[in-house]
Protein backbone atom coordinates (compact mmCIF):
# COMPACT_ATOMS: atom_id res chain seq x y z
CA UNK A 1 0.00 0.00 0.00
CA UNK A 2 1.05 3.67 -1.25
CA UNK A 3 0.57 6.92 0.76
CA UNK A 4 -1.96 8.97 -1.59
CA UNK A 5 -0.48 12.35 -2.98
CA UNK A 6 -3.19 13.81 -1.00
CA UNK A 7 -1.73 12.66 2.11
CA UNK A 8 1.74 13.49 1.48
CA UNK A 9 0.65 17.10 0.20
CA UNK A 10 -1.10 17.75 3.60
CA UNK A 11 1.82 16.20 6.01
CA UNK A 12 5.01 17.66 3.27
CA UNK A 13 6.75 20.47 5.21
CA UNK A 14 7.40 24.07 4.32
CA UNK A 15 8.93 27.18 5.56
CA UNK A 16 5.88 28.79 6.62
CA UNK A 17 3.95 26.49 7.40
CA UNK A 18 3.03 25.28 10.81
CA UNK A 19 1.92 21.42 11.16
CA UNK A 20 0.17 19.95 14.44
CA UNK A 21 0.06 16.24 14.27
CA UNK A 22 -2.67 14.86 16.97
CA UNK A 23 -2.43 11.47 17.66
CA UNK A 24 -5.21 9.50 19.35
CA UNK A 25 -5.88 6.02 20.75
CA UNK A 26 -6.20 3.86 23.44
CA UNK A 27 -3.09 1.51 24.80
CA UNK A 28 -5.56 -1.21 25.75
CA UNK A 29 -7.94 -1.43 22.55
CA UNK A 30 -5.81 -3.29 19.84
CA UNK A 31 -5.76 -1.48 16.60
CA UNK A 32 -7.08 1.63 18.52
CA UNK A 33 -3.60 2.15 19.80
CA UNK A 34 -1.96 2.62 16.09
CA UNK A 35 -2.53 6.56 16.70
CA UNK A 36 -0.31 6.32 19.84
CA UNK A 37 2.25 3.89 17.73
CA UNK A 38 2.61 6.82 15.62
CA UNK A 39 2.82 9.74 17.75
CA UNK A 40 6.45 7.34 19.60
CA UNK A 41 7.88 7.42 15.96
CA UNK A 42 7.95 10.70 15.67
CA UNK A 43 9.25 13.42 16.76
CA UNK A 44 7.92 17.09 16.73
CA UNK A 45 10.81 19.25 14.64
CA UNK A 46 11.39 22.14 12.33
CA UNK A 47 7.45 23.44 11.63
CA UNK A 48 5.80 20.05 13.30
CA UNK A 49 4.31 19.61 16.63
CA UNK A 50 3.29 16.43 17.83
CA UNK A 51 0.76 15.82 20.56
CA UNK A 52 0.16 12.11 21.34
CA UNK A 53 -2.65 12.28 23.35
CA UNK A 54 -4.09 9.13 24.00
CA UNK A 55 -7.70 9.26 24.62
CA UNK A 56 -7.44 12.41 26.02
CA UNK A 57 -7.63 15.46 23.32
CA UNK A 58 -8.90 17.79 25.45
CA UNK A 59 -6.12 18.10 27.96
CA UNK A 60 -4.23 19.09 25.06
CA UNK A 61 -5.88 22.04 23.84
CA UNK A 62 -4.48 24.83 25.29
CA UNK A 63 -1.05 23.66 24.01
CA UNK A 64 -2.51 23.21 20.56
CA UNK A 65 -3.64 26.71 20.32
CA UNK A 66 -0.22 28.30 21.49
CA UNK A 67 1.26 26.31 18.88
CA UNK A 68 -0.66 28.33 16.29
CA UNK A 69 -0.63 25.59 13.69
CA UNK A 70 -1.58 27.06 10.09
CA UNK A 71 -2.36 23.29 9.19
CA UNK A 72 -4.33 20.87 12.31
CA UNK A 73 -3.48 16.61 11.50
CA UNK A 74 -5.21 14.20 13.74
CA UNK A 75 -4.03 10.93 13.27
CA UNK A 76 -6.46 8.10 14.99
CA UNK A 77 -7.70 4.71 14.12
CA UNK A 78 -11.49 4.39 12.22
CA UNK A 79 -13.54 1.82 10.54
CA UNK A 80 -14.68 3.12 7.40
CA UNK A 81 -14.46 -0.26 5.89
CA UNK A 82 -12.02 -0.51 4.03
CA UNK A 83 -8.95 -2.06 3.76
CA UNK A 84 -7.27 -3.26 7.37
CA UNK A 85 -4.55 -0.51 7.51
CA UNK A 86 -5.90 1.69 4.94
CA UNK A 87 -4.84 5.11 5.18
CA UNK A 88 -7.35 7.90 4.24
CA UNK A 89 -8.38 11.50 4.77
CA UNK A 90 -11.19 10.86 6.33
CA UNK A 91 -14.58 13.42 5.38
CA UNK A 92 -15.30 15.37 8.13
CA UNK A 93 -18.73 15.39 8.11
CA UNK A 94 -18.36 12.00 8.61
CA UNK A 95 -17.16 12.32 12.12
CA UNK A 96 -19.56 12.86 15.05
CA UNK A 97 -20.08 15.03 16.85
CA UNK A 98 -20.34 13.37 20.17
CA UNK A 99 -17.54 10.71 20.89
CA UNK A 100 -18.57 7.09 19.88
CA UNK A 101 -15.03 5.94 20.15
CA UNK A 102 -12.89 5.56 23.12
CA UNK A 103 -11.89 9.18 23.17
CA UNK A 104 -13.85 11.12 25.89
CA UNK A 105 -14.59 14.15 24.03
CA UNK A 106 -15.11 13.25 19.62
CA UNK A 107 -12.10 14.70 17.70
CA UNK A 108 -14.43 17.10 15.53
CA UNK A 109 -15.48 18.79 18.69
CA UNK A 110 -11.72 19.28 19.20
CA UNK A 111 -10.70 20.14 15.62
CA UNK A 112 -13.79 22.98 15.48
CA UNK A 113 -12.45 24.21 19.17
CA UNK A 114 -8.36 24.40 17.75
CA UNK A 115 -9.72 25.72 14.44
CA UNK A 116 -12.20 29.07 15.58
CA UNK A 117 -9.22 29.99 17.89
CA UNK A 118 -6.30 29.48 15.47
CA UNK A 119 -8.14 29.57 11.77
CA UNK A 120 -6.12 26.60 10.89
CA UNK A 121 -7.05 23.92 8.30
CA UNK A 122 -7.78 20.64 9.75
CA UNK A 123 -7.72 16.90 8.36
CA UNK A 124 -8.63 14.00 9.65
CA UNK A 125 -5.96 10.88 8.75
CA UNK A 126 -7.75 7.85 9.71
CA UNK A 127 -6.12 4.25 9.56
CA UNK A 128 -8.74 1.46 8.75
CA UNK A 129 -8.60 -0.70 11.93
CA UNK A 130 -9.28 -4.95 11.90
CA UNK A 131 -10.17 -4.70 15.76
CA UNK A 132 -10.43 -2.91 19.13
CA UNK A 133 -10.92 -5.31 21.54
CA UNK A 134 -9.30 -5.37 24.52
CA UNK A 135 -6.29 -6.21 24.34
CA UNK A 136 -2.79 -4.95 23.42
CA UNK A 137 -2.01 -6.51 20.03
CA UNK A 138 -1.77 -4.07 17.03
CA UNK A 139 -2.62 -6.13 13.63
CA UNK A 140 0.50 -6.77 11.43
CA UNK A 141 -1.29 -4.85 8.40
CA UNK A 142 -1.87 -1.71 10.57
CA UNK A 143 1.44 -1.34 11.70
CA UNK A 144 2.93 -1.86 8.30
CA UNK A 145 1.39 0.86 6.78
CA UNK A 146 1.35 2.57 9.80
CA UNK A 147 4.87 2.81 9.38
CA UNK A 148 5.12 4.09 5.80
CA UNK A 149 3.29 7.25 7.33
CA UNK A 150 5.70 7.37 10.01
CA UNK A 151 8.68 6.98 7.59
CA UNK A 152 7.27 10.00 5.23
CA UNK A 153 6.94 11.94 7.70
CA UNK A 154 10.06 11.44 9.23
CA UNK A 155 11.93 12.19 6.24
CA UNK A 156 11.47 15.74 6.69
CA UNK A 157 12.40 16.03 10.21
Known amino acids: MRLSKDIKKILKPN ?3 KKLIMTLGNPFRSDDSIGIYIG ?3 KSKNNYLVLNV ?3 PENYIDEAISYRP ?3 IIIDAANFNGKVGEIKILDRNLIPETSLST ?3 SPKLIAEIIENETQCDTY ?3 IQICSIEY ?3 INREVIKNADLLVNYINKFL
Do not use: L, P, Q
Open 135 to 137: GNN
Open 103 to 105: HTI
Open 40 to 42: NKI
Open 70 to 72: NIF
Open 15 to 17: DIT
Open 124 to 126: FIG
Open 54 to 56: YNV
